[in-house]
């Protein structure tokens, strides 16, 4: 094998909330861990964001999506070559690209397993634009193997941190459990800010909510809470992956049906729900002790959430950001695909089928050359 050395890698991501293209510029060292060297948010144009959203809900035709698919290729790498004009070219790009669709079940038609995922971000549009070659597609070889394609960002977790409960907090929540004398496993919790960011844009006309301060302001409907925590993904025993495509909007619209009047009490009560289902995640599905939890992504950032959940956990337990560990709450996930892309480089398995569920440890990832 060739012998490791550090490579400056840009780590491009867009995850579940949408809301922009995190792009990091990262330095991924022979020991695995990754220094962020800098990054950016880049917002996707109105037509593309909007695009994305049709697809989310299953209202796009096939030549909108192969579109789409090239369109987002082009945000991913003008993204890129902000970071490429003031550092100069990394050795290679990472991109998680921006998920359409995650299919991760077992359904059989004539034999034929349909489980599957959609990542778009057309890597050759990236490659040429940036002249940099590209290694994107990571979820489909873990499902080829039998797992779920997710959470993949655990593999990143077990580098990076020592008996702890890593949790994100994006539009889905995702939790890695991380234990001396125990195997790493990881899963979706549940939803995230998907719904509180829906019904922030429905009722209040903003993207989401600032610091927890809507939450803040509104009552949590106990009788609500307790309905909403009934849905069945919340038993399901673990591998297990979630989406849009099952928190979607006709399900979102579905459950305000029978929510409070008040706005403020339902992004409350949704806020709730994140934090009241983690820490019912933990009592279900994790047997021993834990005395840590480290919250990244957008949720970390909202106090509310973050005080709500402080609150379902036992006392005992301590609750801390990446922040805390030297890691960007903003672009974890960012520098999680450029050491999976690092990985790949290398010819590194860089999945976790504890976490997963796949038959094996595999080299995820697919490369396409700058030119």
């Not at 409350?268 to 021993?288: D, S």
């Amino acid at each position: 094998m060739e012998e490791k050395e550090p490579k400056k890698i840009i780590g491009l991501m867009s995850g579940t909330s949408c809301d922009s293209v995190d792009a990091g510029l990262c330095e991924v060292f022979p020991d695995f861990s990754v220094k962020l060297i800098n990054g950016i948010n880049y917002n996707y144009p109105e037509f593309v964001r909007k695009n994305l959203f049709k697809a989310f809900d299953g209202e796009i035709s096939i030549k909108e999506l192969c579109q789409l698919n090239f369109a987002v290729g082009k945000c991913f790498a003008d993204a890129a070559k902000i970071l490429i004009e003031e550092f100069g070219k990394p050795d290679f790009i990472s991109s998680h690209g921006q998920t359409v669709f995650h299919y991760p079940y077992d359904a059989k038609i004539d034999n034929i397993n349909l489980k599957s995922t959609l990542q778009i971000g057309e890597s050759s549009v990236i490659a040429k634009e940036t002249g940099c070659m590209v290694i994107s597609n990571f979820r489909e070889k873990d499902i080829a193997y039998g797992g779920q394609g997710a959470p993949l960002v655990c593999f990143a977790d077990e580098k990076w941190f020592k008996n702890a409960l890593v949790q994100n907090i994006g539009g889905i929540s995702n939790v890695t459990v991380i234990s001396d004398g125990y195997p790493t496993y990881g899963f979706d919790t549940g939803c995230g800010n998907i719904m509180i960011d829906y019904c922030m844009r429905k009722y209040f006309s903003k993207e989401f909510d600032k610091d927890g301060q809507t939450a803040s302001e509104g009552n949590i409907c106990e009788s609500w809470l307790d309905c909403l925590l009934q849905d069945e993904y919340y038993y399901l025993n673990p591998p297990k992956t979630t989406g849009r495509e099952y928190f979607s909007q006709k399900y979102i619209e579905s459950i305000l049906k029978i929510a409070p009047d008040n706005p403020k009490d339902i992004i409350a009560t949704l806020t709730a729900l994140t934090a009241k289902t983690i820490a019912q995640a933990y009592e279900r599905f994790i047997n021993h002790r834990y005395d840590t939890v480290v919250v990244g992504g957008g949720g970390a950032y909202n106090k509310t959430m973050m005080k709500f959940l402080k609150s379902y956990l036992p006392k005992h337990v301590v609750l801390k950001t990446h922040e805390d560990y030297g890691i960007s709450n903003n672009f974890k996930e960012v520098m999680a695909f450029a050491l999976l892309g690092y990985c790949n480089y290398y010819n590194i398995p860089n999945n976790l089928p504890s976490c997963t569920g796949a038959e094996k440890r595999v080299i995820l990832g697919k490369v396409t050359p700058a030119a």
